[in-house]
C-alpha cells in the first residue's frame, strides 16, 4: 500500500500513475453511475478522495457501504487543479476489506468532545483526534530528541515504588493481600510483610528519587514514563494516569533547572509547528484561535521570573478577582497561576522559592530557613505545567527534614546515601507530558489529550 503521507508529500512521483491505497471511508456518496469515497488512512491530516464507476463489477455492493468501512483500493492519481484537493484516485477496484455497521457511532456531523470521551476506541478516527495524537507522538519524540541531543541518559525508573515521592499521600497501593482476610500485626494494622513485596508499595507519583540516583553516576538523565495520582481532583488538567518526562542534573542549580526548562519547551514548540504544521493550523482555525501567534511569540521571547514572594504581593493587590484569596504561605491556586501568566506577564513564568510547608521534602532550604528552590513553570491557559526544584544535597538538613515530615528514614536510605558518597548540587523538574500536549494543541480538557483517560470515576476500556 502507498501511504497517503506519501502522495502529499512526493506527489510528482505519483501522479498519472497506478497505485493501491487502504483506509478507512469517512464519508461517501453515490448517484447512478459513480461515487465518491473520502478515505483517510491516518498517515496524513488530509484525506483523499476516490471516485468509482460502475464498470466495477461491485459497484452495487460498494455504493451500500457505511461510514468507517475499511476499503482496498487501486486505481489512478489523477490531479485536479480546480478542486480542493490537490488530487484524487480514479478507482479501477475497491476491495472491500471490512464492512461497516449501519450504527457506526461516527457521521459526518461534527460531535462534542464529551460524546467523543463515550467511544474512545473509535475517536482517534476523526480530524481533530488524528492531529491530537499524531502531535502527541510527535512530542513524545521532540522530548526524546532534545534530551538525547545534550547527551543526557535515558533511565527506566519502576512503576512500583516503596517511597512517596511527593509526600502528598496521594499513592494507589500495589498489593496482592486477600482484602477479605487481610493479615494484621501484633498492633492490629496491615501486615504487609506477609504482601508480595514484604512491604507496603505503590504506583509512583515521580520517578524523581530514583532518577536522582543516575543523576549521581551519569551527570545528565531523564526519565519518561507514567505516574499515578490519586488526587480526588476532578478538573480539566488532572488525570490519575499521565506522563512526565523528568530530566535531573548534577553540578547544577536552580537557575541551570530553569535555562534547562526554557530551552526544552521551546525546542518542543518550534519541533511541533515544523513537523504537524496541517494539524497546527486545524487546531488554530477550529480549537484555539490565537493559538499559532501565542506559540510564535513564545519561541522568540524570554520566559518571565518571579518569586513566590513577589508574586503573592501582586496577587494580593487583585484579591477582589479571586474565589480563593491570597496571602503568604498558602499555596497559589489554578486562578491564581492563569492571572500571572494570562494578565500580569502575558507569557510563561518561572515562579520561585516557594514556602517549604508547601512544598515537598527534597527541595533545598534557602538560606532565609522559611523558602525552598522550588521553581514552577506557569502557561496561559493551563497554569502550571512543569514542577522543579534545586535538591537538598546535605545530609544532616535532609534527615532533619525527613523525620521533620514524620517519613520512614529507612524507606529513604538510598536516597540519604546519595548526600553520603559524594553528593552535588543538583537539580531537576517534572513536566507533565499532557499537560504539554494541551498546551501545544490549545486542547483545554486533559481527557481529550490522552488516548484512554483515568480520572475519578473513569477508567473504561
Ligand atoms: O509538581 P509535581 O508534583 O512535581 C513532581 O512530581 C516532581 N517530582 C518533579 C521533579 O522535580 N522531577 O508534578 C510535575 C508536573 C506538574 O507540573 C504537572 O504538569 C504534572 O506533573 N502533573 C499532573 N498532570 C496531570 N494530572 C495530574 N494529576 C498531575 N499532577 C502533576
Ligand atoms: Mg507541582
Redesign the pocket.
Known amino acids: 500500500l502507498t501511504a497517503i503521507r506519501e502522495l502529499y508529500k512526493n506527489k510528482e512521483n505519483y501522479l498519472d500513475k497506478k497505485l493501491t491505497v487502504g483506509g478507512w471511508v469517512r464519508s461517501i456518496r453515490d448517484s447512478k453511475t459513480f461515487g465518491f469515497i473520502v478515505l483517510n488512512d491516518g498517515t496524513f491530516f488530509e484525506p483523499l478522495q476516490i471516485v468509482y464507476h460502475d464498470k466495477m463489477e461491485n459497484f452495487l455492493e460498494v455504493s451500500k457501504l457505511n461510514v468507517g468501512a475499511a476499503v482496498i483500493v487501486t486505481g489512478t492519481l489523477v490531479a485536479t487543479p480546480q478542486a480542493k484537493q490537490p488530487f484524487e484516485i480514479q478507482a479501477d477496484t475497491v476491495e472491500i476489506e471490512g464492512a461497516s455497521a449501519p450504527d457506526y457511532p461516527l457521521q459526518k456531523k461534527r460531535h462534542s468532545f464529551e460524546y467523543l470521551r463515550t467511544i474512545s476506541h473509535l475517536r482517534p478516527r476523526t480530524n481533530t483526534f488524528q492531529a491530537v495524537f499524531r502531535v502527541r507522538s510527535l512530542t513524545a519524540f521532540a522530548l526524546h530528541k532534545f534530551f538525547q541531543e545534550r547527551g543526557f541518559v535515558y533511565v527506566h525508573t519502576p512503576l512500583i515504588t516503596g517511597s512517596d515521592?511527593?509526600g502528598?499521600g496521594e499513592m494507589f497501593r500495589v498489593t496482592t493481600l486477600d482484602m477479605e482476610n487481610v493479615p494484621k500485626n501484633d498492633e492490629g494494622q496491615t501486615d504487609y510483610t506477609q504482601d508480595f513485596f514484604g512491604k507496603e508499595t505503590s504506583l509512583t507519583?515521580?520517578?524523581?528519587?530514583n532518577?536522582e540516583t543516575y543523576a549521581q553516576a551519569f551527570c545528565n538523565v531523564y526519565t519518561f514514563g507514567p505516574?499515578f495520582?490519586a488526587?480526588n481532583?476532578n478538573t480539566a488538567?488532572?488525570?490519575?494516569e499521565?506522563w512526565?518526562i523528568?530530566?535531573?542534573i548534577a553540578f547544577a542549580d536552580l537557575d541551570d533547572d530553569m535555562m534547562l526548562a526554557e530551552a526544552m519547551l521551546k525546542y518542543v514548540i518550534s519541533y511541533v509547528l515544523e513537523e504537524a504544521p496541517e494539524e497546527m493550523n486545524f487546531f488554530n482555525s477550529f480549537v484555539d484561535k490565537g493559538l499559532l501567534e501565542r506559540l510564535h511569540n513564545v519561541v522568540s521571547s524570554d520566559f518571565a521570573r518571579v518569586t513566590y514572594t513577589e508574586a503573592i504581593e501582586i496577587l494580593k493587590k487583585n484579591n477582589d478577582k479571586f474565589e480563593y484569596k491570597v496571602s503568604w504561605g498558602a499555596d497559589l491556586q489554578t486562578e491564581h497561576e492563569r492571572y500571572l501568566t494570562e494578565v500580569v506577564f502575558k507569557r510563561p513564568v518561572f515562579v520561585t522559592d516557594y514556602p517549604k510547608e508547601i512544598k515537598?521534602f527534597?527541595m533545598k532550604l534557602n538560606e532565609d530557613g522559611k523558602t525552598v528552590a522550588a521553581v514552577?513553570?506557569l502557561v496561559p491557559g493551563?497554569g502550571?505545567?512543569?514542577?522543579?526544584?534545586q535538591r537538598e544535597d546535605d545530609y544532616d538538613k535532609l534527615l532533619a527534614r525527613i523525620e521533620e515530615m514524620g517519613m520512614k528514614e529507612e524507606d529513604y536510605k538510598f536516597y540519604l546515601d546519595l548526600r553520603k558518597y559524594g553528593s552535588t548540587r543538583h537539580a531537576?523538574?517534572?513536566?507533565?507530558?499532557?499537560?504539554?500536549v494541551m498546551y501545544l494543541t490549545g486542547m483545554s480538557n486533559?481527557r481529550d489529550v490522552i488516548p484512554f483517560p483515568r480520572t475519578v470515576n473513569n477508567c473504561e476500556l
Open positions: 515521592c511527593e502528598a507519583v515521580s520517578g524523581q528519587l532518577a505516574t495520582r488526587e481532583s488538567r488532572h488525570a490519575a499521565f512526565m523528568e530530566p535531573e515537598a527534597y514552577d513553570c493551563i502550571e505545567i512543569i514542577g522543579g526544584s531537576g523538574f517534572g513536566l507533565g507530558f499532557e499537560r504539554c486533559i
